[in-house]
């Protein structure tokens, strides 16, 4: 049984179809063609025509949303067969082998009604209006409505539920030749806000952002196409995505038998293929790997379209994979502050600091984790930070800050954080004298936790060697808490890959500078990329450790200041033979390395696959899959007409709005303002008395 108002819609499209029964199929090469075409048809059937004849229509007459539907039909393009996907065959009512799939809200975007041969026409118009059929009818389109925003992104109401629930699933289709996510949209209402209650489920939100809308349109018309085509048709297989392994953080100890003598022989090196391959910790048998699934991931990145917009397969795939990678910024201002809090859950990183204490926010602009310690009002720390001014560097060949990367105003107007910015005033780690003059400020302190978050990328970085570049600032950061850090201190660094022996040499002097050595992953960095945290604890302050700061200095020095573009690498502190004589630090090194060198090779080749895998599912189920053919330009090129359209409208109005109750140039009109409180306002020539809340300002011409 249907709806009153389900029947009372079939009833209008079927009077409409009734009535436009009896137009002539012209053959359209144009919009112009055709208005032209039909205004000349309207002139010489003026008594007859149909839309002089609209108002009388069927018995009982047209109601006004009729007659929209009808005035929007004749506005839009050619008049058009109903396609084969849109037919249903109907061998009980009539002989016609055909009859329309008809929408509560038909033609608002196309016709549908017309065929070629005027015999079927006249068949299908009476089977459509026989009472046997109107009672029979077909079941209407699933879309209900699309509402789509210059925003780039389109709210589309259904009211097929296996639609709504099979788009969820499937995440990304591709519209006009664009890759486009869709995700679960709740039609809310206030009350239900209000009340708490569960807001049922509507439809689909599609979103593929401004950037893209801005270059290459998404049309509503192809929206409510994609989404009319998934009728009836089965889900496609896998839509379930199964990952390579279980989310979660991972933690490997560091630890040393007993110290090694300093290598005194530091040079520069270049940095190269080989210093990654010949590192003793991890077979190069699995760096290849690793490195051919990155280049699996680049070679994604740079395949040509169709269709646009790529990245968002790679995007929905690992978010599929790995919900929690790469996510964050739900308790802070970006993810850098979910990751410090994850550590510190790990690691118990805060237990035993005392009150009071200070601490250093080392490379960390703009502030994250400056942000979180010191909104932990129990231990009171005073904070300071030393990181990179943006221009503050002017050599092309440098490393540049971004204007991004400067701390957040309200550090500044913090009454417990300052900030530090060396000898020169440009915060630079790397250049000489700044981290000294930084050590010095810092002397009087308690300085009890130092955290570094630093880290850079520049596409001047040849593939598969950011570790060997980043040396220079890894070993400044444990230089400066080396420097500063208190007896008992603790020290988190981020960190790459760990395949080199300078990377290893690194690690294995803060196993013997410190009581308790982690390298942990939290779960909210990203599974397919490199990153991981050194977590030390227990500072300890000693000869060893004074032996140790004056061979990373001497390291330092001889950077002279360099950018890390220009000089990336210097010969490791401890020698690779020195470091292969202690073999706890061997094994643990190794089981570090090596796991997340696998895990991170698996979750690289995972996301490619998965990326492919949607891509190939949305080609099949699109219904314009090339985003240069010329059905998707014509759309496009609509899209920007109505967007013209609307806009030149808008500025009509705000050009010529009237005044309220007239226009009035030297006499008192009433004006409503917005504020509070009662008062006169002027006019644009005149001062008016204005009567309401607010300014009372009038406009008018």
């Given at each position: ?67 929209q539907n009808v005035a929007r039909t004749y506005s839009r393009a050619a008049l058009q067969e109903v396609p084969a996907a849109m037919l249903q065959v109907n061998t009980a009512q009539a002989n016609a082998n055909v009859k329309p799939v008809l929408a509560d809200k038909m ?317 020169d005033g440009t915060g630079d780690l790397l250049k000489p004298g700044n981290l000294e003059h930084c050590a010095r400020q810092l002397a009087q302190e308690k300085v009890l936790l130092c955290v570094a978050d630093g880290g850079f990328s520049d ?243």
């Amino acid at each position: 049984m249907r709806s009153q108002k389900q029947q009372q819609a079939i009833s209008e499209q079927v009077a409409i179809a009734q009535m436009l029964s009896s137009v002539p199929r012209p053959c359209y090469n144009g919009q112009e063609q055709q208005e032209n075409q039909w205004s000349a048809y309207n002139s010489s059937n003026t008594q007859n025509g149909p839309l002089s004849n609209a108002k009388q229509g069927p018995p009982g007459g047209f109601t006004e949303k009729m007659w929209q539907n009808v005035a929007r039909t004749y506005s839009r393009a050619a008049l058009q067969e109903v396609p084969a996907a849109m037919l249903q065959v109907n061998t009980a009512q009539a002989n016609a082998n055909v009859k329309p799939v008809l929408a509560d809200k038909m033609m608002l975007n196309e016709p549908c009604l017309f065929f070629e041969d005027p015999i079927k026409q006249q068949e299908v118009i009476s089977v459509c209006s026989s009472p046997a059929s109107t009672s029979d009818f077909v079941e209407l389109l699933p879309v209900i409505s699309v509402k789509k925003s210059s925003k780039g992104c389109a709210v589309v109401l259904l009211r097929d539920p296996a639609i709504i629930e099979r788009c969820v699933l499937q995440r990304v289709a591709i519209v006009d030749g664009v890759c486009v996510e869709m995700t679960r949209h709740a039609k809310t209402k206030r009350k239900e806000q209000e009340n708490g209650d569960e807001a049922p489920q509507a439809g689909i939100f599609c979103a593929w952002g401004i950037r893209v809308e801005r270059g290459m349109p998404v049309s509503a018309v192809g929206i409510e196409e994609y989404f009319n085509s998934l009728a009836g048709k089965s889900c496609p297989e896998g839509l379930v995505a199964r990952p390579p392994f279980q989310e979660g953080h991972l933690s490997f100890r560091l630890a040393s038998d007993s110290f090694a003598s300093l290598s005194f022989d530091i040079r520069s090196i270049a940095a190269e293929q080989d210093g990654v391959l010949s590192g003793a910790h991890c077979q190069e048998g699995l760096v290849k790997e690793l490195q051919a699934a990155k280049k699996r991931l680049d070679d994604l990145w740079d395949r040509p379209p169709p269709p646009m917009a790529r990245s968002l397969m790679t995007r929905v795939a690992r978010s599929q994979l790995f919900p929690h990678s790469g996510e964050g910024g739900q308790e802070h201002e970006n993810r850098a502050g979910d990751k410090l809090a994850e550590l510190m859950a790990v690691t118990n990183l805060l237990d035993g600091v005392p009150a009071g204490s200070a601490f250093l926010d080392l490379c960390g602009g703009p502030g994250a984790w400056s942000q979180d310690l010191l909104g932990r009002k129990e231990l009171a720390l005073q904070g300071f930070g030393f990181t990179l001014k943006a221009g503050a560097v002017g050599a092309d060949d440098d490393w540049q800050a971004d204007e991004k990367d400067e701390w957040y105003e309200d550090l500044y107007e913090h009454p417990d954080w300052t900030a530090l910015w060396g000898a020169d005033g440009t915060g630079d780690l790397l250049k000489p004298g700044n981290l000294e003059h930084c050590a010095r400020q810092l002397a009087q302190e308690k300085v009890l936790l130092c955290v570094a978050d630093g880290g850079f990328s520049d596409k001047a970085i040849p593939a598969n060697l950011l570790e060997l570049y980043f040396y220079r600032l890894l070993l400044a950061e444990l230089l400066m808490a080396a420097s500063c850090l208190k007896p008992g201190g603790k020290f988190v660094c981020k960190l790459y890959t760990a395949f080199s022996s300078s990377t290893a040499a690194l690690l294995f002097l803060t196993t013997r500078m410190f009581d308790c050595v982690e390298i942990v992953k939290p779960m909210s960095s990203r599974a397919t990329g490199p990153e991981r945290y050194l977590v030390a604890k227990g500072f300890c302050e000693n000869a060893e450790t004074a032996s140790i700061r004056s061979a990373l200095a001497r390291s330092h020095t001889l950077g002279n200041g360099a950018s890390p573009l220009v000089t990336p690498l210097l010969t490791p502190v401890v020698t690779a033979e020195a470091l292969a004589q202690d073999q706890t630090f061997v094994k643990s090194m190794t089981t570090m390395a090596t796991t997340m060198c696998k895990r991170q090779t698996e979750a690289l080749n995972a996301v490619v696959d998965r990326a492919d895998f949607l891509e190939d599912m949305a080609m099949d189920s699109a219904v314009c899959s090339d985003p240069f053919s010329s059905l998707a330009q014509e759309r496009r090129e609509e899209e920007r007409n109505i967007k013209e359209d609307r806009e030149n409208y808008k500025a009509s109005m705000r050009e010529e709005r009237p005044s309220r109750g007239g226009e009035r140039r030297n006499g008192e009109g009433k004006g409503k303002g917005k504020g509070k409180g009662k008062g006169k306002g002027k006019g644009y020539q005149t001062e008016e008395k204005g009567k309401g809340k607010g300014n009372g300002l009038k406009r008018f011409q």
